[in-house]
């Protein structure tokens, strides 16, 4: 018999050092008595009943997730490759335990599908652009999805766009022609005031024949100030008009 008392002190000890967890200040623990829940506690010590309590961790740490490389078609049929990242962090130790199992893989699958869902339903061009707005986009969805299991997603990051060799080569030929289109437009509209300005400056010279003869007199000046060794000096027939008018 004396051979079971040392046995029977060590389970004593063990079975009382098992009553006591301690938390840490960013950890809940929650609590199942007889398997039904109890409550959560948290942080600091903590006693259970043994063989009659059990407790479960969670973290209410954000985490951080890195949402794999999808496979998206764009609403213009583009084939592009997209990855993101996703802040969340548990708000609900009861809910992220019950109401879903390893809510770190749900929430995961969750965050690809929709990506894929949100990218798909925009072009391509908007994929680029407005990279804030789909961001705000998946961030509710997901949030909205996770609510139910205890989860508040705070951020949704896409970090990478990658397109096919052919597709990035298409890219830049039509950003060429836009280019080439705008630096059209800016000429045409450059023309157009330049023809009006030249159309008040005719009517305002046509009201004086003597300002037109002083303007050009100033231009034959510009071109004797150039190296030039010819000079063709044509003669108005308005400077010999009264004369003319006189004979």
Do not use: C
Request: proline fraction near 3%; charged fraction near 25%; glycine fraction near 4%.
């Amino acid at each position: 018999m004396n051979m079971f008392y040392p046995i029977i002190l060590a389970l004593i000890i063990l079975t009382i050092a098992s009553m006591f967890k301690i938390l840490r200040e960013y950890e809940r623990g929650v609590i199942f008595m007889l398997g039904r829940f109890w409550k959560v506690k948290g942080p600091g010590l903590i006693i259970l009943i043994p063989f009659v309590q059990q407790i479960v961790r969670v973290d209410l740490r954000i985490i951080v997730m890195d949402v794999p490389t999808q496979d998206v078609i764009s609403r213009d049929n583009v084939s592009v490759k997209v990855n993101a990242v996703v802040y969340f962090r548990v708000v609900d130790p009861q809910k992220s335990i019950i109401n879903v199992e390893h809510y770190y893989d749900a929430t995961s699958q969750l965050a690809q599908t929709t990506l894929r869902s949100v990218l798909g339903q925009h072009e391509l061009d908007e994929m680029l652009a407005s990279r804030d707005q789909l961001n705000e986009d998946i961030q509710e969805i997901l949030d909205s999805q996770t609510d139910a299991w205890g989860i508040k997603v705070s951020n949704v990051e896409i970090k990478h766009v990658d397109l096919d060799e052919s597709m990035i080569r298409a890219i830049a030929q039509q950003a060429e022609a836009e280019r080439r289109r705008r630096a059209k437009v800016i000429h045409a509209q450059g023309e157009m005031e330049a023809s009006q300005k030249l159309f008040e400056a005719a009517q305002v010279l046509g009201q004086k024949e003597e300002a037109l003869q002083l303007r050009y007199l100033q231009t034959l000046t510009e071109i004797a100030g150039e190296n030039s060794n010819t000079i063709v000096f044509p003669l108005p027939i308005d400077l010999i008009k009264k004369f003319i008018t006189k004979d």
